[in-house]
């Protein structure tokens, strides 16, 4: 009701200058405190858009990774069975959280390990007697992976993220094909799922498959 009464009172007032030949009336300069409350709205604009993040930042996902390494749980192996050879390497997410998969033989067992790859408590032991056909080191000699020289995991995730052109790892699985130590590395981004096979060694691209 004020505002109205004051705009009323202005527009009568300019007339009536007008009227007599006076002349126009010039707006009056803000007040300091104006001035300041103006210089404080527009700063906080701009600091609200300086710190929005970009596009092509908004974009980019986080991988969430095991924190331990790959070292650590086949240390953790060798202790339990010593002597034995290391067959495949898992990690995958069980019951919300990373978890290595562990497998191994020895002349006369083959073991599975689980490892919680936060703590590394064991969660699961196995052992069974091997077959007569896999018995005195057959599958071992067959199926041992060659730990020597391995890429870190963040080396072997990098190289499958740009095969896929970035998306989450959902599981890394070493393992070995004619001869060949490889990480599996499967990959999610929206809806595309890919397998990414990586020589463990060079971080050469061995394959990619797309999953339709």
């Not at 858009?49 to 924190?67: D, G, I």
């Not at 896929?164 to 060949?180: A, E, I, K, S, Y």
Request: aromatic share 4%; proline share 3%.
């Amino acid at each position: 009701m004020k505002k109205m009464i004051l705009s009323v009172g202005t527009l009568g007032l300019g007339m009536l200058l007008v009227g007599c030949g006076a002349n126009p009336v010039q707006p009056s300069s803000p007040t300091p405190e104006q001035s300041n409350q103006t210089e404080t709205t527009t700063s906080r604009v701009d600091d609200s858009q300086a710190s929005e993040p970009s596009s092509a930042a908004n974009n980019q996902e986080t991988q969430s990774k095991p924190s331990v390494t790959i070292a650590e749980a086949i240390e953790i192996f060798q202790k339990e069975y010593a002597g034995a050879d290391i067959t495949s390497l898992d990690i995958d997410t069980s019951f919300g959280k990373w978890v290595y998969k562990i497998e191994g033989v020895d002349d006369l067992k083959e073991y599975d390990l689980k490892i919680d790859a936060t703590t590394k408590a064991i969660l699961e032991r196995e052992e069974d007697q091997l077959d007569n056909d896999d018995k005195n080191g057959i599958k071992r000699q067959e199926e041992k992976l060659d730990l020597s020289n391995l890429l870190s995991l963040d080396e072997i995730t990098k190289i499958a993220l740009e095969q896929t052109q970035g998306g989450q790892v959902t599981d890394w699985d070493l393992d070995r094909d004619n001869g060949v130590t490889h990480w599996d590395v499967d990959v999610k981004n929206g809806k595309q799922e890919a397998t990414v096979k990586i020589n463990a060694q060079t971080g050469e691209v061995l394959e990619v498959e797309l999953d339709d």
